[in-house]
């Protein structure tokens, strides 16, 4: 299967916005469908911070975006990891790379954390609004969705969306 027009992940874009692209262009109404093109499975869960089988992912994107790049560059990740042992580190790569859903989360206290994920997918108006007159099209920035963040550094506001972060209780 070939997923022709994928669309190649803006700077800073978390990797659940690039897939949500994709579906865009391929018109595709329903996400099932939408996972089941790009990840070759249905039972896959979107998950907008630490997603998984960026294996997968990858290979509809030009060579340089590596699993590895995918998860420095369009995760949050990089919050994490320098927080935990270089063992503990590798094995989440792995798990990211591979597709171990929800073991992540565990491993790295997201659940356990006092500081709780925001509840709705969350945006910046005026992001929005300099995002379409550079790029012609929306996404979702990392910074947005960062547990504890609460302002966007350029224009100062987060507005939630309706749109409910997936199992959000994982």
């Known amino acids: 299967m070939v997923v022709l027009n994928f669309p190649i992940p803006y700077a800073e874009e978390l990797l659940y916005s690039t897939v949500a692209r994709a579906g865009v262009r391929l018109g ?14 249905r039972s896959v869960i979107a998950t907008i911070d630490l997603p998984s089988h960026l294996a997968t992912v990858s290979r509809w994107l030009p060579r340089e975006y590596t699993p590895e790049k995918l998860i420095y560059s369009h995760t949050l990740f990089p919050l994490y990891a320098p927080f935990i042992s270089e063992d503990r580190r590798r094995q989440c790569m792995r798990w990211l790379h591979q597709g171990t859903q929800g073991a992540v989360h565990l ?21 929005l609004t ?14 947005w969705q960062v547990a504890g963040v609460e302002s966007c550094p350029e224009h100062g506001m987060l507005m939630d969306t309706r749109i409910a972060r997936p199992l959000i209780e994982r």
Do not use: N
Not at 28 to 41: A, G, I
Not at 119 to 126: L, S, V
Not at 130 to 143: K, N, V
């Open 130 to 143: 300099a995002q379409r007159e550079q790029y012609g099209e929306y996404f979702w920035l990392r910074e």
């Open 28 to 41: 595709h109404t329903s996400p099932k469908q939408l996972l089941d093109e790009v990840f070759e499975s």
């Open 107 to 127: 491993v790295l206290g997201v659940v356990a954390s006092r500081i709780k994920s925001p509840r709705f997918i969350r945006y910046c108006p005026g992001c």
